[in-house]
């Protein structure tokens, strides 16, 4: 039996949703072992002069407790 651990990140790009996921997924993996999956819980975005000026995810991402 695995024991599963979550933790919640925010994370941002001036690219996509998907650039901003793959930020987090990341970050976390420098002091994370064993990520096994991402999970986008919300996306928003900040608009500046009428255009998208930044992609922002909340994402839950699940490892594995050795």
């Given at each position: 039996?695995?024991?599963m651990?979550?933790?919640e990140v925010m994370s941002n790009s001036n690219?996509?949703?998907e650039d901003a996921t793959k930020k987090a997924v990341a970050h976390a993996s420098?002091?994370?072992k064993e990520i096994k999956s991402v999970f986008v819980q919300s996306q928003s975005a900040v608009v500046k002069d009428?255009?998208?000026a930044e992609f922002r995810v909340n994402v839950k991402i699940t490892f594995e407790v050795k």
């Amino acid at each position: 039996m695995a024991v599963m651990k979550v933790i919640e990140v925010m994370s941002n790009s001036n690219k996509s949703w998907e650039d901003a996921t793959k930020k987090a997924v990341a970050h976390a993996s420098k002091s994370v072992k064993e990520i096994k999956s991402v999970f986008v819980q919300s996306q928003s975005a900040v608009v500046k002069d009428g255009e998208v000026a930044e992609f922002r995810v909340n994402v839950k991402i699940t490892f594995e407790v050795k």
